[in-house]
Every structure is written in structure tokens, then in C-alpha cells.
């Protein structure tokens, strides 16, 4: 594939006088702000050094953008640094973490040129390493410093799950019931059997029950069980869900979805602790961990009257939340490239990575059904990829390449939205911290909310314990 080399100048300032000189070398330039958008207009298979101007600083949301778009494998850094500028740890963060190279002000046109030259070559053996064929480019690791982190079966280098892992690991320590929210897909179940596996309850039994999927009048007899002879049919002795967890953990999945009418017996036997088998006579002692999930937005569940109060704060004594997979940054690529390992050998010929366009993709798309989704994206795409390199159309997100052209009103309301979600998220749906970091008003950032469609309980709930 052919390559062309581009030259993106960053700078918050103006045009520099330098950028004519830099055309002289043919390569093209390209001066702009790290827009959200801005990777979508290289072609992935282009080689991109970007300079960044640091000396006239750059807002939260340009950082950001930087960040993301330094994250993309054809893509290289040289540093432009005002006086003292090392001493801001976010710059220096991005300096040392991401760029190739880094001039101080004043430099000369020369001293840029090479660096711009070397950074290119930086690039073109970064790709030999990684293709050695030099055909397409595959990435294995992550680079910029970020450290992946595992949890039990669960991986994640970003801020979000590093936070959660925290969590698991402080929950596990006590006894208190768990309830955990989270979009579907995003790892609920997961990280309940890590909290089990981090509590002294380990080797001791794992039960999950799917609450939504028991009809109530079924309930009492897999929950409780039964003694024989308690009704027709009952041949012998059953033992039920909650005994079978005896000394462990019993995970009550869905837990927003049991109905109403079962929601009285679990609430009496969260209160006793104990349970009585139907048609048994004799309360049974159960020492059991609760942990319990839902992807229902449960505040609303019971304002609505679907879902008891009492019972919801016997659950949620402490809260833990699942990040969005769209909210996690690079693993989402992290997270691809192991489901990629894992399912290899699903298909006869040897895939072996995903091509630029495909991981562009996977930053662009939103992941409504997160990690479970992008799992199976990725088997999919292993199965019918007809080349080494899974492409962005494998995996069915042909439309989320830098292809699609996405006008400045898009761009502006898909920067505004992240950067609204992650001042949310950080602050916990507080309207008026949110707002505060915003530096807008709390009436400016309710307007907001409610003309982007950004539902500020999803982030109420993500109130980590600990
Ligand atoms: N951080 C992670 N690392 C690796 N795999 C993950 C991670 N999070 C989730 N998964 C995988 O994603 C899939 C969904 O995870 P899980 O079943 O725990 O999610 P869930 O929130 O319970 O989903 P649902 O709401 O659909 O029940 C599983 O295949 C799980 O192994
Ligand atoms: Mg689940």
C-alpha cells in the first residue's frame, strides 16, 4: 500500500512562520488544532508526523483529541516547548510519553527539519517491526506509557478501570452487599466473580441466578428449594440456589428485572439471613455474600414503582459502576487485539491483526453493547476476513473509517458531548461540580444536557465505593 507522509503542525497560535520552509520538503502540511475529528482526515495508511506547538498551550478537550490521535499507530510526535513548559506536568506527560523528539524555542528551521525527517524514520521502522512483510501495519502493545492492568478474567489500562479495579479489590475486603450498574455488556458479571475471587469467600461457591429470567411462582423453590412430598412432583429433596452458595458469594444478576411479586421473599431473607425450604419447617442459617447487577436504570425503576426501595438499599450498600466501553480510550484497541489471540484459531487461515482503517474504526464507533459486542465483532470478523489484516468493513464498521465526512458542527457537538460525559463522570452526575469544571454555569450545562440528550443519572449511579 502506498504512503504518503504528512506534516500536521498543532499550535493554538498563529500560523508559524516556519511552516513554508517545511513544504519546501515535500511533505503536506497541514496546520490545525487536534480537533476530535482530526484523525478521521488522515488516511490510515499515511505515515503523519505531528508538531505540536506546546508553547501556546492547548484546552482540556485539544489534549484529549492529542492524546487519541498520538495513539494511532502511523502516527509520530515532535514536541515544540516554550520556556519552563517541562515543569506543567500534563505537557511534560505528553512530551516524554508521546513525542519522538522535543525542540526548545527558538530552534532553528534545520534543527526541525531533521527531527521531522528522524521522526519519520521512527515511523517506518516502527511499521518493518510490526509487518515485517510491509504490507499492512499491526500494532501488539500499547504504547505511551499506558500499563495494562488485569483483574481476574478482566483487562483495562485506562483511568476508568484502573478506578475500578481499586473498588473490587476494597469491596472484596468486607462482607457488605455490592451492587454493581453498568451499561449491557460492559463486564458486571466479571467483576462479581472478581470480588469473589478476592474475598476470603474464595473456594467457596460462586452462585449467579439471572432474576429475570425466574417466573415468580418458580422463584421460592429455586431460590429456597424444596423438602420432598412439599407438592406434587416434588420426589425428593431439593436443595436450592441460596443453600448451594453456603459459605460464598450469591450473585444476583439482572436484579432490575425481578418482578415485583418476587421482590418481597428476597427482601425478608436479606433481612433474617435465613431462608426455610418449602414445605420445611425449620429456618436454615445461610451465611452468603450478596452482590447483585443490573444494567436497569434503577433510580427511574423505582420512581416508577417497578422496583421495592426497602430492597434496593439492602442491595446497594456499596456501589460499584462499569465505565462504558466508549469512555475507556485505548482499551478499546486493547481489548480487540486480545479477543483477536483468543480467537485465532476460530478460522482456517492465519489472521493476523487488524488493519489501520479497522482500528480507526474501533475509536469511532460508540460500542452501545460494549465489550460483549466488540467481542463478538471481532469473531466475526476472524471468520470472514478474507486477508492477513481484518479490515474496518470485517467488522462491520466500514461507515466509522476516516472516510466518512463529518462536518464542523459534528465534530464540535461530538467533542462537546465526551468532554460533558467525562467531567460527569468524574464528579458523579454532580451537576454543579461538573458544571464547575466546565467553568459554565449549572443552568448552561443543564441546557446542554438536555439539547445533547446526555442523561446525567447514568453518571449519578457511577459513584464508585471507595
Ligand atoms: N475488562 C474486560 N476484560 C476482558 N473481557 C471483558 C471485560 N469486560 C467484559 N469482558 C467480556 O465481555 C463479555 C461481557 O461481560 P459480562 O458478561 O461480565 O458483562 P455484563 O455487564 O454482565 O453484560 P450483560 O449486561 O449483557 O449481562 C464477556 O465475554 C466478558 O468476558
Ligand atoms: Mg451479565
Not at 416508577?304 to 438499599?313: A, I, K, P, T, V
Not at 484497541?333 to 476460530?346: F, K, N, T, W
Amino acid at each position: 500500500m502506498k504512503t504518503t507522509r504528512h506534516v500536521l503542525v498543532l499550535t493554538a497560535g498563529p500560523q508559524p512562520e516556519w511552516m513554508p520552509d517545511l513544504e519546501s520538503q515535500f511533505w503536506s502540511v497541514t496546520s490545525s488544532l487536534p480537533t476530535h475529528e482530526l484523525r478521521r482526515t488522515l488516511r490510515a495508511s499515511d505515515l503523519a508526523c505531528v508538531v505540536i506547538d506546546f508553547s501556546h498551550g492547548f484546552d482540556v478537550s485539544a489534549r484529549m483529541a492529542l492524546e487519541r490521535l498520538l495513539a494511532l499507530p502511523h502516527v509520530g510526535a515532535v514536541g515544540l516547548l516554550g520556556p519552563d513548559q517541562l515543569a506543567d506536568p500534563v505537557v511534560r506527560t505528553l512530551a516524554v510519553d508521546h513525542c519522538f523528539d522535543v525542540l526548545s524555542v527558538p530552534f532553528s528551521p534545520v534543527q526541525l527539519t531533521l527531527s521531522i525527517a528522524s521522526a519519520f524514520d521512527m515511523l517506518k521502522s516502527r511499521m518493518r517491526e510490526l509487518d515485517p512483510d510491509g504490507n499492512e501495519l499491526q500494532r501488539t502493545g500499547l504504547k505511551g506509557g499506558h500499563q495494562v492492568h488485569v483483574e481476574g478474567s478482566m483487562v483495562g489500562s485506562c483511568e476508568a478501570m484502573i478506578s475500578l479495579f481499586r473498588s473490587i479489590r476494597k469491596v472484596a475486603r468486607t462482607d457488605a452487599p455490592v451492587f454493581i450498574s453498568g451499561e449491557s455488556g460492559t463486564g458486571k458479571e466479571l467483576t462479581a466473580q472478581a470480588i469473589h475471587e478476592r474475598s476470603e469467600r474464595r473456594g467457596r461457591p460462586f452462585v449467579a441466578i439471572n432474576c429475570g429470567a425466574i417466573p415468580p411462582h418458580l422463584l421460592q423453590s429455586e431460590l429456597f428449594g424444596y423438602e420432598r412430598g412439599a407438592f406434587t412432583g416434588a420426589n425428593q429433596r431439593k436443595i436450592g440456589r441460596v443453600e448451594q452458595a453456603m459459605g460464598g458469594t450469591l450473585f444476583l444478576d439482572e436484579i432490575g428485572d425481578l418482578p415485583f411479586e418476587s421482590q418481597a421473599s428476597l427482601l425478608r431473607f436479606l433481612q433474617e439471613k435465613t431462608i426455610e425450604r418449602i414445605g420445611g419447617h425449620q429456618p436454615i442459617d445461610v451465611d452468603v455474600r450478596i452482590v447483585a447487577a443490573t444494567h436497569v436504570d434503577m433510580p427511574e425503576a423505582i420512581a416508577s414503582g417497578r422496583f421495592r426501595e426497602d430492597l434496593f438499599h439492602r442491595l446497594c450498600v456499596l456501589h460499584l459502576d462499569e465505565p462504558p466501553l466508549r469512555v475507556r480510550g485505548m482499551d478499546i484497541e486493547l481489548l480487540a487485539r486480545r479477543a483477536l489471540d483468543r480467537h485465532r484459531s476460530d478460522s482456517q487461515r492465519r489472521v493476523r491483526g487488524f488493519a489501520p482503517d479497522a482500528i480507526t474504526a474501533l475509536y469511532c464507533y460508540g460500542w452501545p453493547g460494549n465489550v460483549r459486542e466488540l467481542i463478538n465483532r471481532v469473531r466475526r470478523a476472524i471468520v470472514m476476513s478474507e486477508h492477513p489484516f481484518i479490515t474496518a468493513d470485517d467488522l462491520d464498521l466500514g461507515e466509522y473509517t476516516q472516510s466518512r465526512t463529518v462536518s464542523l458542527a459534528e465534530a464540535r457537538e461530538d467533542a462537546d458531548r465526551e468532554i460533558i460525559e467525562r467531567a460527569l463522570l468524574r464528579n458523579h452526575g454532580s451537576l454543579s461540580k461538573a458544571a464547575g469544571d466546565l467553568r459554565i454555569s449549572r443552568v448552561t450545562l443543564s441546557r446542554l444536557l438536555r439539547t445533547r440528550g446526555i442523561d446525567v443519572m447514568a453518571f449519578r449511579s457511577s459513584r464508585n465505593s471507595g
